[in-house]
């Protein structure tokens, strides 16, 4: 589901960030369609030589995520189970002030181990109620601000990359950015603590930060050539 939903939003971004002056539109469609009929021709390969074993993940997947099957957990999954984790923060004593931040990190079993401190037993599994408990009732408040200015500011270089070659490379790490602040995160907060998912987007912000300079560099660099004339030395043999 996560990867048809980003597949599905990237194809309909780079068609939108496209040099349509340039007609180079036509590059980029023939692009998708040669990607998607190399993902045909692997999933007719798997069907060829793996039959079994793609029949069996196909019928689990149909049976837990389509909304008819009986045994769906879709809306549980996507809806009720977070929810229900978030309402769980609340039963924490101290959940209006937090126990602190990094409490309920995947590092707090190395404190444990190292450092032979009792574990505290606390958290949620829930993105949202796991900054409540840590940084109390502000925690959301300041995370929602958090990913809002990033998302502004990564959409503020999308539009300024639009119809550069550098679009579809912004455009990734502004949507991974986006995935990991709002959805995963309400989901569980366990993708942003992992050290290299968080490591790659900080770093990613950093880079498409700095290819926001390039559209203008690029056209600095063109106007001062343009009007540099290179002096041809005058021979006496002409």
Do not use: C
């Not at 049976?63 to 039963?91: I, K, N, W």
């Not at 602040?181 to 700095?210: C, H, K, M, T």
């Amino acid at each position: 589901m996560w990867e048809i939903g980003i597949a599905s939003v990237s194809v309909l971004g780079f068609v939108w960030g496209a040099p349509w002056r340039q007609g180079e539109v036509i590059r980029v469609l023939r692009a998708i369609v040669r990607t998607t009929i190399f993902v045909l021709v692997g999933v007719v390969l798997l069907l060829m030589f793996f039959p079994n074993e793609l029949g069996s993940r196909v019928a689990i997947y149909s049976e837990t995520l389509m909304p008819d099957s009986p045994a769906s957990e879709l809306v549980h999954r996507t809806q009720t189970y977070p929810m229900q984790q978030l309402y769980y923060a609340f039963d924490h004593p101290r959940w209006p002030y937090g126990y602190g931040i990094g409490t309920t990190t995947l590092g707090t079993q190395y404190v444990v181990k190292l450092m032979h401190a009792a574990p505290m037993r606390i958290g949620v599994e829930s993105g949202g109620g796991n900054l409540i408990v840590e940084l109390g009732i502000l925690g959301p408040v300041l995370w929602l601000l958090l990913g809002i200015g990033v998302v502004i500011s990564t959409w503020r270089v999308l539009k300024k990359l639009k119809g550069t070659p550098w679009f579809p490379l912004g455009f990734a790490v502004a949507l991974y950015s986006f995935l990991l602040f709002f959805p995963i995160e309400f989901v569980s907060s366990a993708a942003y603590q992992d050290f290299i998912l968080n490591s790659n987007l900080w770093l990613l912000l950093g880079i498409l930060y700095r290819i926001y300079l390039f559209p203008d560099r690029i056209q600095k660099n063109a106007q001062e050539v343009s009007h540099f004339k290179i002096p041809i030395p005058h021979s006496r043999f002409v």
